[in-house]
């Protein structure tokens, strides 16, 4: 995996390539001065400034680039960091371009200074006077050799020669003294070292010289020393000789030797200097110039290490105080010194330390309220009795789920409204609801009243207690429904009622039927004329008397008495067509046919499992009740539907007559016994109805038609759990309007 | 000030026009007897920097670089050793003469003129034992040669320039022959 460059670089290793560079740039400042000690690794060392320098560079600008993304992307601390930067690299830069424009304006005025035209004017004059001298030497020496040519001339025996040439070498002194043909070939010569086997021979130069008669005379530098060399063509005595050559070699005398080298090599050096004026300066120049880039470099490089390392805490301690803001109080920097910055990030780790503790804390008693919260929740969600709670303005605070089932009302959107608003929009609300500001009128604490509402479910009964809370937080008002116990402890004391007068009149009555039917078997054939007609008419009223208590006695007693349900299997259909059946086919005078039925059965009711025998009775007792319910002779009808409520896989039955319907305010009693419009009955059909209904777990209703008549609805289950069959349960008989 | 900054283009482009280069003329390598005998011509064109530098009196190294290769015949030849050989002009002001010193082996000349002092250091006749090396007639050598002015002999100031500046770039082309062995020739 490739680290980035900034990562790659840690500060050790930037600080010795710091360290190596400005040795290098030490080096490169020695070697540029002439005849330095490191002179030879000039270029080398040039090269690595160079390549640091790029690395530097290279090193600076992804710090840069890195740093101006930061900047760009608004990165807490870039911003003091890039500042920072900025100043540094200006405060290190001015002073170092001011000094480097100086140093350069110094250096090259410097070097230029070493020049001076007196001193050019010295060593030119020195060297002239040099060669001029050494010329006097020459010309003398030339002199001395033309002699010698003029006495070889004449002499042509080799070994005259040889010898003449040992005289005159030795007679001047010369180190070498040689003849020589035209052609190069040596004919004699004379050496002053006896080791030297051949002479010192010209080169083709000066014997191309010499062949055309000219002299040569040259002073040549030898590593001993400076040497005159003098060729001067020989001509012969006749015409006939050939053309020879005299060269003799002189060694200069020390003395002037040491002079001349002297003056030679300070003419020389200066020549050299002068020459190299120009790539000096260069050289000197660029040096500086490499060393003050490096400088610049180094003190950025110093500078973003410094600037991110010093805004490192700033930086951090925005990171955290942002993670504050945004809830994370668990924050802790490092504490990585012991200045201002340092004491600022401790306490910063102190603060935030204090707001987490105080927020688990909160936090604790957050939950813990919550828990209560919900636990008081749980209970009111799960109380029978519904609880209202009201704030000190009496505006509606909680409610519980009881508290909707009893008054069939959502309060949901209903929170947070008053009392006076809450009566506006539920009017039959008013007796609940001012119990609340009787409550908070009063001076007592607690209030304790049984109300009745009229809900759109019908006539409710509540038993309500409201209770003000403590600290004027407002109040509580809790309310059972009683409706059904009530309506059960009504219907038991009736109950109880009609068994008490079955027993007691059912049993008198079978006597005094008794006693009627001896009376008239025993004198109505005694009897003559009114008399007998009298006792016949009287005793057939007590039996029809009788008849008629004792039928009242058995419907109280179907009443009263809990029957054993005994449940099959049966189709309802049939049961309803053989009742309808059986009340077509009775042809009593008071009941004649104007009575109709229309019955709308649906073929897909399902088998249901009730008990047969009861469920004819309910069906009798509503036939009976709609026939009653008009007057007699007046054509009628009844229309009795059934169908399956699939969903609740329950059975409805309805039923709806045509007569005049049920009496204002008869609708919410229909169901109690005795509560009865009609002149004849005993007014426990319907309550019989809804015993029988409720025995069967189902529901039944009563309802005037809007176009007239009575409706009665009836749902029974088409399946009875075992458990509930032989139990009679609270029916959920409601009537509506 | 400002042209210094400037004095590399300045000096490429005003010896451009007196380009000069080394060039080896001719040349002949014989091995007789364990001795490697070397003889060449060396054109040596000294451009207008570097003859105005030893005039200057600054002196010219001239190099000469030579190696001795072992021919084969899949692979690249395998080079068996390698020789440099120094020559220096410079310029004795006081006599007004051109020294060629060869400092290997040590020699000493001086002449009137620039061009017969380049000339003289251009001859080479060398002879050295290579007996070491112990070359056989199975093989095949060849001898490369090359010429070039030494820069890191210049003066420290004057070396950035004769890098940058091509009329110093005055180094021949290896030249290369094939190494003779006459006894064996003329055995043959």
């Not at chain 1, 371009?97 to 030119?124: H, P, T």
């Not at chain 1, 505006?395 to 008054?407: F, G, W």
């Not at chain 1, 169908?643 to 919410?668: K, S, T, V, W, Y």
Request: glycine share 6%; charged share 20%.
């Amino acid at each position: 995996m490739i680290k980035p460059v900034h990562k790659l670089v840690s500060p050790a290793s930037a600080a010795i390539l710091c360290v190596l560079l400005l040795a290098a740039s030490f080096l490169l400042t020695i070697t540029t001065q002439l005849g330095a000690l490191f002179g030879g690794y000039y270029t080398a060392l040039l090269i690595v400034n160079v390549i640091g320098i790029v690395l530097l560079s290279g090193f600076i600008l992804a710090a840069l680039i890195r740093l101006w993304r930061e900047f760009k992307e608004r990165t807490l601390g870039s911003r003091l960091t890039f500042r920072f930067l900025m100043t540094s690299i200006l405060l290190a830069a001015l002073p170092l371009i001011v000094m480097y424009y100086f140093a350069v304006q110094f250096l090259s005025k410097g070097i230029d200074s070493w020049f001076d035209v007196r001193i050019e004017q010295a060593l030119d004059d020195a060297l002239l006077l040099g060669r001029s001298s050494i010329e006097a030497i020459k010309t003398d020496l030339i002199e001395e050799v033309e002699r010698h040519a003029l006495t070889l001339s004449s002499v042509t025996d080799q070994l005259d020669i040889v010898r003449l040439l040992d005289e005159l070498r030795e007679a001047g002194q010369y180190s070498e003294m040689s003849l020589y043909s035209i052609n190069g070939g040596i004919i004699a010569s004379s050496s002053a070292d006896a080791l030297t086997l051949l002479p010192d021979a010209p080169d083709a130069s000066v014997w191309s010289k010499v062949r055309q008669g000219q002299r040569f005379s040259a002073l040549e530098p030898q590593p001993s020393g400076l040497r005159l060399r003098v060729v001067i063509p020989v001509y012969g005595v006749r015409i006939s000789d050939a053309l020879r050559a005299l060269q003799i070699l002189q060694p200069m005398p020390i003395r002037y030797s040491q002079l001349g080298e002297s003056v030679q090599l300070a003419s020389a050096e200066y020549d050299k200097l002068q020459y190299l004026r120009g790539p000096l300066k260069f050289s000197f120049v660029l040096t500086l110039g490499l060393v003050s880039l490096m400088t610049l470099l180094m003190a950025i490089w110093i500078g973003i290490f410094f600037a991110r390392r010093m805004f490192a805490p700033l930086r951090e301690l925005a990171e955290g105080t942002r993670a504050v803001a945004q809830g994370n109080y668990e924050t802790q920097l490092p504490v990585t010194s012991t200045d201002e910055l340092g004491v600022l990030v401790a306490s910063f780790n102190d603060m935030t330390s204090q707001i987490n503790r105080v927020q688990t804390q909160v936090k604790t008693s957050q939950r813990e309220t919550e828990n209560q919260r919900a636990y008081l929740e749980t209970v009111l969600s799960h109380l029978s009795s519904g609880v209202l709670s009201f704030d000190a303005e009496l505006n509606l605070r909680t409610y519980n789920n009881a508290a909707e089932q009893i008054l069939n009302v959502s309060f949901a959107s209903l929170k947070n409204t008053s009392t006076g608003h809450l009566v506006d929009r539920l009017e039959w609300t008013e007796p609940l609801l001012g119990l609340v500001t009787k409550l908070e009128q009063s001076e007592r604490t607690e209030l304790q009243e049984e109300i009745q509402v009229f809900a759109a479910s019908g006539r409710k009964t509540l038993i309500c207690r409201a209770t003000k809370l403590s600290q004027d937080q407002g109040l509580v008002l809790v309310f059972d429904d009683a409706t059904e116990l009530i309506r059960a402890q009504r219907d038991a004391a009736w109950g109880e009622v009609a068994r008490r007068l079955a027993h007691e009149i059912k049993n008198p009555l079978t006597p005094i039927a008794l006693s009627a039917e001896r009376i008239r078997h025993k004198y109505l054939h005694k009897l003559e004329g009114d008399n007998k007609e009298t006792l016949d008419r009287a005793t057939r009223t007590i039996a029809q008397q009788v008849d008629a208590m004792k039928e009242m006695v058995n419907a109280f007693s179907s009443y009263a008495q809990p029957v054993k349900m005994q449940f099959t299997l049966f189709d309802l259909n049939q049961l309803v067509r053989d009742v309808v059946e059986l009340h077509r086919a009775d042809k009593t005078p008071q009941k004649k046919s104007v009575f109709e039925f229309n019955l709308t059965l649906d073929d897909d009711l399902p088998i249901i499992n009730a008990d047969p025998n009861r469920l004819r009775q309910v069906l009798n007792n509503l036939i009976i009740n709609a026939r009653d319910a008009q007057g007699a002779g007046e054509k009628t009808s009844l229309t009795i539907e059934s169908r399956h409520r699939q969903a609740e896989n329950e059975i409805e039955l309805r039923f709806i007559d045509a007569g005049p319907g049920f009496e204002p305010g008869m609708i919410e009693r229909v169901f109690e016994p005795y509560a009865t419009s009609k002149e004849k009955g005993t007014g426990l059909g319907l309550a019989i109805v809804r015993r029988i209904v409720d025995e069967h777990t189902g529901l039944v209703r009563v309802s005037n038609v809007a176009s007239g008549g009575a409706k009665v609805l009836i749902r029974l289950p088409v399946n009875r759990a075992s458990d509930l069959v032989d139990n009679v349960c609270v029916g959920r008989a409601t009537g509506s309007n | 000030m400002f042209r210094l900054a400037f004095l590399p283009l300045i000096l490429a482009l005003t010896s451009l026009s007196a380009r000069a280069d080394f060039v080896i003329t001719s040349g002949t390598a014989q091995h007789v007897n364990g001795f490697l005998t070397l003889s060449a011509t060396l054109n040596l064109e000294l451009g207008n920097d570097a003859s105005e530098a030893i005039n200057s009196g600054i002196p010219l190294l001239i190099a000469v670089q030579i190696r001795l290769y072992k021919k084969r015949n899949y692979v690249w030849d395998q080079q068996l050793a390698q020789w440099r050989i120094n020559r220096e002009i410079s310029f004795h002001a006081l006599s007004g003469r051109y020294i060629v010193r060869s400092l290997t082996p040590g020699k000493f000349d001086s002449f009137e003129t620039l061009s017969e002092a380049a000339t003289a250091a251009g001859r080479l006749s060398l002879h050295w034992d290579i007996s070491a090396l112990e070359l056989t007639t199975k093989h095949k050598y060849d001898l490369s040669l090359r010429v070039f002015p030494d820069f890191e002999a210049l003066p420290a100031p004057l070396r950035l320039a004769a890098y940058l500046t091509p009329t110093w770039h005055l180094g021949s082309d290896w030249e290369r022959w094939h190494l003779g062995f006459p006894q064996a020739e003329a055995v043959q």
